[in-house]
């Protein structure tokens, strides 16, 4: 009698064992974000966003460490001491949506116009900034903001520019377009922007 009890306690410590940490959920590729949010001066929370492969402080796809001002080159060399214009493709800013890479129909004709400007004018080169809004972890905006230059820098040699004219660098979410802890703000800065660049003189 004894014996049968001692198996049916066996047997119970077991199923509770199973159910208590075998059935545990895990979510691999998910950052959590505090469902709070916050006030002024601190990141707002949005749901769970699926993170992908994440960079650590410093790293970038190239494996090449930030420069002195904290910026993240996507591709090497580049065109150090090129004379840069922000200007000249200030309208042609692209927008994406929350935690996306996919260039919309509405922007392509925005990247259609860039490369025939850099179709007409060959020596010239241009530099694809990646840009995030203020919300996710400093790695995961990085990550994002390359992932969005490096797309960008896709469909500009699918429209024709060689490949060694664009350089790409991620910024994450460190030189926002609009300060501001709402969704207008946060438009505005999921974006790729475009510097010319022209060989010095």
């Not at 992908?52 to 494996?63: E, F, N, Q, T, Y």
């Not at 000249?88 to 129909?105: P, Q, Y």
Request: some cysteine; proline content about 5%; hydrophobic content about 35%.
């Amino acid at each position: 009698m004894k014996l049968n009890k001692w198996i049916e306690v066996s047997v119970l410590s077991v199923i509770v064992s199973i159910a208590a940490f075998g059935c545990k959920s895990t979510k691999p590729g998910i950052t959590k974000f505090d469902e709070k949010g916050g006030g002024s001066g601190s990141k707002p929370a949005i749901a769970d966003i699926q993170s992908g492969p994440a960079l650590k402080p410093g790293d970038v796809a190239s494996g090449i460490d930030k420069d002195k001002d904290g910026k993240i080159p996507l591709d090497g060399n580049g065109h150090p001491g090129w004379n840069e214009n922000a200007d000249a493709f200030k309208g042609f800013t692209v927008h994406f949506e929350l935690d996306s890479t996919v260039i919309k129909e509405t922007e392509k004709s925005k990247l259609e116009a860039i490369a025939a400007q850099l179709k007409s004018t060959p020596s010239a080169a241009v530099r694809v900034e990646g840009h995030c809004d203020e919300r996710g972890t400093e790695e995961y905006n990085r990550s994002l903001g390359e992932r969005r230059a490096l797309a960008l820098r896709e469909e500009l040699t699918r429209l024709g520019v060689e490949a060694n004219r664009l350089d790409t660098i991620s910024y994450g979410d460190g030189k926002p377009a609009v300060v501001g802890h709402d969704e207008s703000a946060w438009k505005q800065n999921r974006r790729g922007e475009f510097v010319q660049l022209t060989p010095p003189k």
